[in-house]
């Protein structure tokens, strides 16, 4: 896998919620060679304060050189991140990590809160292997409205039909994302990918098992250099052996995890 640093100018900046932003990156190298699922590592202020790079997801990148990243500001690092201006320039490092493993196969999309973020550019990439034959569709679930509708519109265009659930029922129905899951008829050969909190993805390991459908997940983990050199990303796969995220993942099936939920 080849890997870029770039010099990104920002493009666009979009404050989707209170504290939900998206940026656009004109970021030629890293998004065209991005795939679903991928992430990039980003250098959120100009000096070397803070030291390290914040790793996000890849929400969206085209052959073109437009790559999205999509956030919350939950820290200093997002809160600078969030700041910065349209025509400022920033440090990306990526595409980074295994992505999602694409199928022809009818699917099945799963994002809950910030997990939404890697789904569009996997819609959108699923979608265009389709060609229009649309087999499959995409759950969207948020704690409330704002974590969910400004983005609907974007994956509506994937052409996949979208359901969407809030934990306190202000946009679609309410109650947990996996309830809709456990309604659907899905075909047995069917693939599951899902990213969100790490509950909601233990549930959807277990419910995709019980229904014989195979699952792949997108995990998160604190990362220092996102490139295997630090080992800050380690985590317990279900053989019991340690696995890197930033290398071996983000993306694992859902089986192969030790799910502590
Ligand atoms: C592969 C990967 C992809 C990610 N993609 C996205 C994304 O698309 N959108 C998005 O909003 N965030 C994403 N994250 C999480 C994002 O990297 C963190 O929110 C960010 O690094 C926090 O930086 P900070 O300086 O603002 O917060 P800090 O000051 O470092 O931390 C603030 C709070 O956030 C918590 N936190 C920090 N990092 C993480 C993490 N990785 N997971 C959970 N909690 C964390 C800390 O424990 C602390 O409570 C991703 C993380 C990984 C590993
Ligand atoms: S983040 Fe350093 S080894 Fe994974």
Not at 12 to 32: G, M, P, Y
Not at 33 to 39: D, K, L, T
Not at 105 to 115: N, R
């Amino acid at each position: 896998m080849t890997q870029f640093q770039e010099k990104a100018t920002v493009t666009r900046r979009e404050l989707l919620s209170s504290d939900n932003v998206r940026l656009t990156f004109q970021s030629a190298k890293i998004a065209s060679a991005a795939e679903p699922g991928q992430f990039v590592m980003i250098r959120v202020g100009a000096g070397k304060d803070p030291l390290l790079r914040r790793p996000f997801s890849i929400h969206q990148a085209t052959a073109e050189g437009t790559l999205q990243i999509y956030f919350k500001v939950v820290g200093r690092g997002t809160a600078m991140l969030a700041g910065i201006r349209e025509g400022d320039e920033v440090s990306i490092l990526g595409p980074l990590g295994r992505g999602f493993q694409l199928t022809d196969s009818p699917v099945c999309l799963v994002g809950g809160g910030l997990g939404i973020a890697p789904m569009l550019f996997l819609a959108t990439r699923l979608g265009e292997r389709r060609s229009g034959q649309i087999h499959g569709r995409v759950l969207l679930g948020g704690r409330t409205r704002m974590e969910v509708e400004p983005l609907l519109g974007d994956f509506e265009q994937t052409g996949f039909p979208v359901l969407v659930a809030t934990d306190d029922g202000s946009f679609g129905q309410r109650g947990f994302v996996t309830a809709i899951f456990s309604t659907l008829d899905l075909p047995p050969d069917c693939t599951v990918y899902c990213c969100g909190p790490e509950p909601m993805m233990a549930s959807m390991a277990v419910l995709s098992r019980e229904r014989h459908l195979h699952c792949q997940v997108s995990v998160e983990s604190a990362m220092a250099c996102g490139m295997g050199a630090c080992l800050g990303c380690s985590r317990t796969a279900r053989n019991g052996e340690y696995v890197h995220v930033c290398l071996d993942g983000p993306v694992f099936d859902a089986e192969d995890m030790a799910w502590t939920f």
